[in-house]
C-alpha cells in the first residue's frame, strides 16, 4: 500500500514550472461494456479551475456501470491527490495541497447551494453526470486522441491527471494515506453521511443495515459513531457479514441467499426488537427488488433509507408505508465537502472511523480488470488504484 503523502509538499511531476497540457494515462470506455488504458492531454487550468496529479482513485460499482452509459469517457469518480496548479481566481487551495475529491460539485450560487445543500444544486444536477453542464470545465480540457473527451461525473479520477473546478476539490490537512483518502470521496461518504446528516441516528437507537458491500460497511461504521445501541448487519455473503462485525456491528443475519430478505430474515429481526421494528433500516444492496425489503424491518414511525442509487421498479403493499414510516432516498449522504471530509479526517485521526481496513488490495492502473472482477465476485471490501507517487 501506499505510504502516507506528505501534506503541503510541493510537486515536480511534469515540469511544474511550465503550464501547458500534460500527458497522463487514463482509463477510457466506450461506453459499450470495455474500456482501454490510454494517453489523454490535459490542459492548463482557466480560471476557477485546478489540475490534480491523482494519488489514488476507489473503485466501486458506479464505474462499472459507467461502461454501459452509451458515451466515450474516462472513468472514476473517487479519489485523492495532490494540486500542480490552479487557474485564476482559485483560493480554496493551492499547489502542493494533498486534496480529496467530490464528484457533486455545487455552484455555490443557486438556491440549494445557499441553504447548505450542495448535493441538490440546481445548476449541476449531481444525480445526472450525462447532463450537467454546470459542473464541467473548459471546452476540450482534455483530448485523447486529439478529440475532447468527458470525465465521469466532471472527474474522471482514474487518470494519472485531471483538471476539475475549485468547487470538486477540499484541502486536507490532517496525515492521511492517499488510498484511504480516496474513500471518503463516495462510499464512506454516502454511507456514514446518510447515517449522520440524513437519518439522524440518534444515540441508543437501532440501526440494520441490508447489504454490507462498500456503502453498507460505512453505513455500520455511522451507526457506530452515532453511538446506536444495536446495528443489525444483513448480507447473503458470510465473509460480508464478518467485516460488518469487525466495523461495529452488534448482530448478524444471513439472508436467504439470492431471496433476499425473506420471512426469516425479517422475523430474526423482529425478534431481536421484540416486535417492534428497527429504528432505521438502510438498504445498500442496489437492487431494486430489495429496495423497499425495508419497511417489513422497521417500527411504526421509523425511517427506511435507500442509500444505494438503486434503480428500475419495484412493488410494494402500500399498507407497509402506514403509521408514519418514511421513506427516504439521499444523494451522497447530503453531503457539504468543507464540512464532511475534514470532519471525517478528524474521526479517522482519533481511531473512530476505520478507513485503512477498509482497502482489501490496491491495484496500479494496468490492473484495472482484476480490480473490476475482485470487486464483482465480493472479494474485496474496496478495491483501489495506486499512482506513482513522484512528488518530492
Not at 107 to 128: I, N, Q, S
Not at 363 to 387: E, P, Q, T
Request: charged share 20%; net charge negative; proline share 4%.
Amino acid at each position: 500500500m501506499m505510504g502516507t503523502q506528505a501534506m503541503g509538499a510541493a510537486t515536480n511531476w511534469s515540469n511544474p514550472v511550465e503550464r501547458g497540457a500534460v500527458d497522463a494515462r487514463a482509463a477510457i470506455t466506450d461506453g459499450h461494456g470495455r474500456f482501454e488504458i490510454g494517453r489523454v492531454t490535459v490542459a492548463a487550468p482557466a480560471p476557477g479551475e485546478v489540475r490534480v496529479r491523482m494519488l489514488a482513485a476507489g473503485l466501486c460499482r458506479t464505474d462499472h456501470d459507467s461502461m454501459q452509459w452509451g458515451a466515450t469517457l474516462i472513468l472514476g469518480h473517487e479519489g485523492s491527490g495532490t494540486v500542480v496548479d490552479v487557474g485564476a481566481g482559485v483560493a480554496n487551495v493551492a499547489p502542493g495541497d494533498f486534496v480529496i475529491l467530490n464528484w457533486a460539485i455545487p455552484c455555490g450560487r443557486c438556491k440549494r447551494c445557499m441553504e447548505g445543500h450542495d448535493v441538490l444544486c440546481e445548476d449541476v444536477r449531481p444525480a445526472d453526470p450525462l447532463a450537467a453542464p454546470g459542473g464541467t470545465v473548459h471546452a476540450g480540457a482534455t483530448r485523447w486522441n486529439g478529440v475532447p473527451i468527458d470525465r465521469s461525473f466532471n472527474l474522471g479520477t482514474l487518470s494519472e491527471c485531471t483538471l476539475v473546478r475549485a468547487a470538486a476539490v477540499t484541502r486536507i490537512t490532517s496525515p492521511i494515506p492517499p488510498s484511504s483518502a480516496a474513500l471518503i470521496g463516495c462510499g464512506v461518504m454516502t454511507g456514514v453521511g446518510s447515517v449522520l446528516n440524513v437519518a439522524r441516528v440518534a444515540a441508543g437507537e437501532s440501526v440494520a443495515v441490508i447489504g454490507c458491500g462498500g456503502v453498507g460497511l460505512n453505513v455500520v461504521q455511522g451507526a457506530r459513531l452515532a453511538q446506536a445501541s444495536m446495528i443489525v448487519a444483513i448480507d447473503a455473503r458470510p465473509e460480508a457479514l464478518d467485516r460488518a462485525t469487525a466495523l461495529g456491528a452488534t448482530h448478524s443475519l444471513l439472508a436467504d441467499g439470492d431471496v433476499g430478505i425473506a420471512d426469516r430474515t425479517t422475523a430474526a429481526v423482529l425478534q431481536l426488537t421484540r416486535d417492534r421494528g428497527v429504528d432505521h433500516v438502510f438498504e445498500a444492496t442496489g437492487r431494486s427488488d430489495l429496495a423497499l425489503a425495508c419497511l417489513a424491518l422497521v417500527r411504526n414511525g421509523g425511517n427506511c433509507v435507500l442509500v444505494s442509487g438503486s434503480s428500475g421498479e419495484a412493488t410494494l403493499d402500500l399498507a407497509r408505508l402506514w403509521w408514519n414510516k418514511r421513506v427516504i432516498a439521499p444523494l451522497y449522504g447530503d453531503c457539504k465537502p468543507s464540512r464532511d471530509f475534514p470532519r471525517l479526517v478528524e474521526h479517522y485521526r482519533r481511531g473512530e472511523l476505520e478507513l485503512d481496513a477498509l482497502v482489501t488490495r490496491t491495484y496500479d492502473i494496468d490492473s484495472l480488470a482484476d480490480a473490476f472482477a475482485d470487486m464483482l465476485d465480493g472479494r474485496n471490501s474496496k478495491g483501489v488504484i495506486v499512482f506513482p507517487d513522484v512528488a518530492g
